[in-house]
């Protein structure tokens, strides 16, 4: 019985839709568009779960990959979300939105097209050079 269950369970889930808002390959995610069609998936389609969570975890290992580059260390960030920052959800709608307002990054690569969205939206304020050297020129 339980055989059967998991084989149903299987064939629900890679069973092709050709009602689907999105397609398998959208998940490989090439460039920005991608991202867009994955994360905007009306929730009657049949991979709108799947979808919400890839796109969701797509987004935030990219961000996680940013903060690991420029978050720590002697670099310095350059996103600086405000207090309190938008939640997971706002920030990927916000990021959509930004990007039907600008369609041109639609063929760029995803993680290029969200770092520019982060810097334009959420800028760091460049770190004061007179803190750095105590207030002396050198």
């Keep these: 019985m339980r055989k059967w269950i998991l084989l149903a369970l299987a064939s629900a889930l890679l069973w092709p839709s050709a009602a689907a808002a999105v397609e398998r390959d959208d998940f490989l995610i090439v460039d920005a568009q991608d991202v867009v069609d994955v994360c905007t998936v009306p929730d009657t389609d049949p991979?709108?779960?799947?979808?919400?969570?890839?796109?969701?975890?797509?987004?935030?290992?990219?961000?996680?990959?940013?903060?690991?580059?420029?978050?720590?260390?002697k670099s310095h960030p350059v996103v600086c979300f405000p207090e309190p920052a938008p939640t997971r959800t706002q920030a990927v709608e916000e990021f959509i939105t930004w990007l039907k307002a600008n369609p041109s990054y639609l063929k760029h690569k995803a993680p290029d097209a969200m770092t520019r969205y982060l810097v334009e939206t959420y800028p760091c304020k460049a770190p004061e050079k007179a803190a750095k050297s105590g207030g002396k020129k050198k």
């Excluded at 779960?49 to 420029?70: D, E, N, T």
């Design 47 to 73: 991979l709108y779960a799947a979808s919400v969570a890839f796109c969701h975890g797509y987004l935030v290992g990219a961000y996680q990959y940013h903060v690991a580059i420029f978050g720590h260390g």
